[in-house]
């Protein structure tokens, strides 16, 4: 069961800015980083940001990870075909003895 | 470059346990970090399952930890995800990975993904 919100669907056209909020609490984004993985068709799923804002090696600079508070937020600058995915946030959350939650997941369409 | 592939039967009765090892190549397991187990139904988001570090502590979902458990086997350098009890709804591609883990700096994260094993329960 998700415990982190996000929207179902976002879209832009080639070169376009997109924006996925995730929405969570304060024991999981409040308290802990914040990790979006990149889901292509088909495929598992691949770590695109960690630490809240950390790009791993290989991952073009036109993705960008913020977070404010119990919020956090993807930006994919200058949108390309390839970029149509899935896309989740994920935090650990304190609770009981600890877990890892993850995002509802969003779909990002290239238009 | 570290890889990891799961294996395991791709059927699964009800009510029956359901068996996958995930092995490692490009480092050894006893070294260090947490491995991990995340599932995803078909058509569905991503779901944890849990994770178990080099010295054998583990963490577990709290809506499966009943049903759960994740083990080490460090001679063949690989770990194992078993969940009893199966029912229709536990139908998913189980992913194997390596996690990146710190209480201190508040990190938990995967890294490192097998390409997925699809396990279906069913008569």
């Known amino acids: 069961q998700s415990v982190l919100t996000q929207p179902p669907s976002a879209s832009g056209t080639p070169g376009q800015r997109v924006t996925i909020s995730c929405s969570g609490s304060?024991?999981?984004?409040?308290?802990?980083?914040v990790n979006w993985y990149q889901q292509l068709p088909g495929t598992a799923p691949k770590l695109l940001i960690s630490s809240n804002d950390q790009r791993p090696s290989g991952v073009p600079d036109r993705f960008s990870g913020s977070k404010s508070g119990t919020s956090a937020s993807l930006a994919i600058s200058g949108l390309q075909s390839e970029d149509e995915a899935d896309y989740y946030c994920?935090?650990?959350?304190?609770?009981?003895?600890?877990?890892?939650?993850f995002g509802t997941g969003t779909k990002v369409t290239v238009l | 470059q570290m890889q990891l592939q799961e294996s395991g039967p791709g059927l699964v009765k009800p009510s029956e346990t359901l068996s996958l090892t995930c092995g490692v190549s490009?480092?050894?397991?006893?070294?260090?970090?947490?491995w991990g187990w995340v599932r995803q139904p078909p058509g569905k988001g991503l779901e944890w399952v849990g994770s178990v570090y080099h010295t054998g502590s583990t963490y577990y979902s709290p809506s499966l930890k009943s049903r759960v458990t994740i083990s080490l086997d460090t001679s063949k350098n690989n770990f194992s995800l078993k969940l009893s009890s199966v029912t229709a709804a536990d139908t998913a591609v189980y992913y194997c990975?390596?996690?990146?883990?710190?209480?201190?700096?508040?990190?938990?994260?995967?890294?490192?993904w097998g390409q997925g094993i699809l396990v279906t329960v069913s008569s």
């Open positions: 990975a390596r996690v990146i883990h710190s209480s201190a700096w508040k990190l938990y994260y995967f890294d490192y």
């Open positions: 994920a935090a650990w959350d304190d609770r009981l003895n600890g877990f890892c939650v």
């Open positions: 304060n024991s999981n984004i409040g308290s802990n980083t």
């Open positions: 490009g480092y050894s397991i006893s070294n260090a970090y947490h």
